[in-house]
C-alpha cells in the first residue's frame, strides 16, 4: 500500500468520524427544539405523529451510513496493511459481516426510504441494492457460521470461512459503497426538505448553546463548541435549508 493509499483511508476515517459527530450535535440540537417549544419532560411524551419522528428518523438513517462506512474503510486499511496473506481471510470475513449488516440494516429503512424520495430516485436505490442483494444468502452464511458465530458443526465452519475466496468482494464492495453513498445523497434531500419549517429555530437553538458553551468556558466543551459553531455555518449559510 503507498503512503497516499494510507492517507485516502485515514481522511474518509477522520470524515466519517467527524460526520457522525456533527449528526450526533444535530439530533441533540433538534431534540431541544420539540422539547422547549413543547415543554415535554421527556421524548418519550412526544406525539407519534408529530413531525420529530420524520425528522429523527433521516437522521439515524445518515448516521448508519457514516457508522458502516467506517468500520467498512477500517477494515479495509488494514486487510492492505497486513504483511501475511493469510491474514486477508479474517479482514475477508468481518468485511462479509459488515456488508450483510449494512444491507440488511438497509431494508429496514426501505419504506421510509420509498415514501420521502421522488420515484426516478427509488428505482435508482433499488438498482443499486439489487447489485449487492444478490450476494446476501452467502453472505448471511459466513456471518452466522464464521464470522459473527462460530459454528459447532467444525465442517460447517470451514466450508463457510472458505467461501470467501469465491466471492468477488472487490466488486461487492465497490457496490455496496455505492450504495450507500447514494442512500446519504438521498437521506441529505429528505432532511433539507424536512427542516425547512424548522431551520430558523434550530438556528436559535444553536446560537444559544454557543453562548452557554461559550460562558461555561471548560476545555471540555472547546470540541463541542467547533461543531455548533460549524453547525450554525451551515444552516446560515445554506439557503436550501
Not at 476515517?13 to 457522525?20: A, E, G, N, T, V
Not at 462479509?96 to 449494512?102: D, V
Amino acid at each position: 500500500m503507498t503512503e497516499n493509499e494510507i492517507t485516502l483511508f485515514n481522511k474518509n476515517i477522520d470524515l466519517c468520524i467527524k460526520k457522525l459527530k456533527e449528526t450526533r450535535i444535530f439530533i441533540q440540537n433538534l431534540d431541544t427544539i420539540y422539547m422547549n417549544n413543547h415543554n415535554y419532560k421527556s421524548k418519550k411524551d412526544i406525539p407519534e405523529n408529530c413531525d420529530y419522528y420524520e425528522q429523527r428518523k433521516t437522521l439515524n438513517i445518515t448516521m448508519l451510513c457514516y457508522a458502516i462506512n467506517l468500520d467498512i474503510t477500517i477494515i479495509q486499511k488494514h486487510m492492505l496493511l497486513s504483511i501475511q496473506e493469510k491474514d486477508s481471510i479474517y479482514f475477508s470475513k468481518l468485511l462479509c459481516m459488515t456488508i450483510y449488516e449494512g444491507i440488511n440494516s438497509i431494508y429496514k429503512n426501505i419504506h421510509y426510504i420509498k415514501e420521502h424520495t421522488k420515484n426516478e430516485d427509488f428505482k435508482l436505490f433499488k438498482l443499486k441494492l439489487s447489485k449487492v442483494d444478490r450476494y446476501r444468502d452467502i453472505l448471511a452464511s459466513i456471518r452466522n457460521h464464521s464470522s459473527a458465530h462460530i459454528d459447532n458443526d467444525f465442517i460447517t465452519y470451514y466450508d463457510s470461512l472458505i467461501s470467501v475466496f469465491s466471492l468477488p468482494l472487490d466488486q461487492i464492495l465497490c457496490h455496496f459503497i455505492d450504495l450507500l453513498k447514494f442512500t446519504q445523497e438521498l437521506c441529505d434531500i429528505i432532511n433539507k426538505e424536512q427542516l425547512i419549517e424548522q431551520k430558523e429555530k434550530l438556528i436559535q437553538i444553536t446560537i444559544t448553546i454557543i453562548e452557554n458553551l461559550k460562558n461555561n468556558g471548560t476545555s471540555a466543551n472547546n470540541e463541542l463548541l467547533q461543531y455548533q459553531e460549524e453547525l450554525l455555518n451551515f444552516l446560515m449559510s445554506n439557503n436550501e435549508i
